[in-house]
């Protein structure tokens, strides 16, 4: 949104090196801002510097313009590989298309309502998805990533203008629930880094990035946000 007021924080963790990354591009053309999360895949972070680059450059044609340039992206550095969410601002500032592949995640937040906007592709998923148990390792095995996913495989859903739009790496979603997202969103100065620290006082193993979005004007807490299909 043009007005937005947003904020990111990320720690390292107790991984050797940060392998997030976030970006922010506003369209010369309308003002408004895309956005993009990252987690790369291994201790290397240059590819999700370059998918989260890459996808908020080319966000003013689309969501699926942008997950094409950050996968051309990947694929011209050669190696490495990551997942990633985008949140591509709509027309007339009518709230957001979001695209993701792996378990990077978006949330909208509205009041005390937290919506996951995204379904994980993971392992883990997969097999609840056919009512069989999952095994806490499986939560971290990505089914599809920006250099491996087919067009088909890419996640989308489109979101009236929340409140908050919160961007989150598995650093942070795995360790704070919907409840605490509410309250620090709604009360925390600096809501990014209350989150990233937050993750960590609870024992995030991962990098922990948040990127959060404040859109104005706020919507009552009466609004419902739809959930997105897988």
Same mark, same amino acid.
């Given at each position: 949104?043009?007005?937005?007021?947003?904020?990111?924080?990320?720690?390292? #963790?107790?991984?050797?090196?940060?392998?997030?990354?976030?970006?922010?591009?506003?369209?010369?053309?309308?003002?408004?801002?895309?956005?993009?999360?990252?987690?790369?895949? !291994?201790?290397?972070?240059?590819?999700?510097?370059?998918?989260?680059?890459?996808?908020?450059?080319?966000?003013?044609?689309?969501?699926?313009?942008?997950?094409?340039?950050?996968?051309?992206?990947?694929?011209?550095?050669?190696? !490495?590989?990551?997942?990633?969410?985008?949140?591509? $601002?709509?027309?007339?500032?009518?709230?957001?298309?979001?695209?993701?592949?792996?378990?990077?995640?978006?949330?909208?937040?509205?009041?005390?309502?937290?919506?996951?906007?995204?379904?994980?592709?993971?392992?883990?998923?997969?097999?609840?998805?056919?009512?069989?148990?999952?095994?806490?390792?499986?939560?971290?095995?990505?089914?599809?990533?920006?250099?491996?996913?087919?067009?088909?495989?890419? !996640?989308?859903?489109?979101?009236?203008?929340?409140?908050?739009? =919160?961007?989150?790496?598995? !650093?942070?979603?795995?360790?704070?629930? #919907?409840?605490?997202?509410?309250?620090? =969103?709604?009360?925390? $100065?600096?809501?990014?880094?209350? +989150?990233?620290? +937050?993750?960590?006082?609870?024992?995030?193993?991962?990098?922990?990035?948040?990127?959060?979005?404040?859109?104005?004007?706020?919507?009552?807490?009466?609004?419902?946000? $739809?959930?997105?299909?897988?």
């Amino acid at each position: 949104m043009r007005n937005s007021n947003w904020r990111t924080s990320s720690e390292r #963790g107790p991984r050797r090196t940060n392998a997030d990354a976030v970006a922010s591009y506003a369209d010369p053309r309308t003002g408004q801002i895309a956005f993009a999360l990252a987690d790369g895949i !291994g201790e290397d972070g240059t590819a999700a510097r370059l998918a989260a680059a890459a996808a908020v450059r080319a966000a003013g044609d689309g969501a699926e313009a942008a997950m094409a340039a950050a996968r051309h992206a990947v694929e011209a550095a050669g190696t !490495g590989d990551c997942v990633l969410v985008i949140a591509v $601002p709509l027309p007339g500032e009518q709230g957001y298309e979001i695209a993701w592949v792996g378990d990077a995640r978006a949330y909208a937040v509205v009041g005390d309502a937290v919506t996951q906007l995204t379904t994980d592709h993971t392992l883990a998923q997969y097999f609840r998805d056919r009512g069989t148990p999952a095994t806490p390792r499986m939560e971290h095995l990505v089914t599809a990533s920006v250099r491996t996913a087919k067009p088909a495989r890419i !996640g989308y859903a489109t979101v009236p203008t929340p409140a908050f739009l =919160l961007l989150a790496s598995d !650093g942070v979603h795995r360790y704070v629930d #919907g409840r605490s997202f509410a309250r620090v =969103l709604h009360h925390a $100065p600096d809501p990014a880094a209350e +989150l990233v620290r +937050l993750a960590v006082r609870e024992g995030s193993a991962d990098n922990a990035t948040a990127l959060v979005v404040q859109c104005p004007p706020a919507l009552p807490a009466t609004v419902a946000i $739809p959930a997105a299909a897988a």
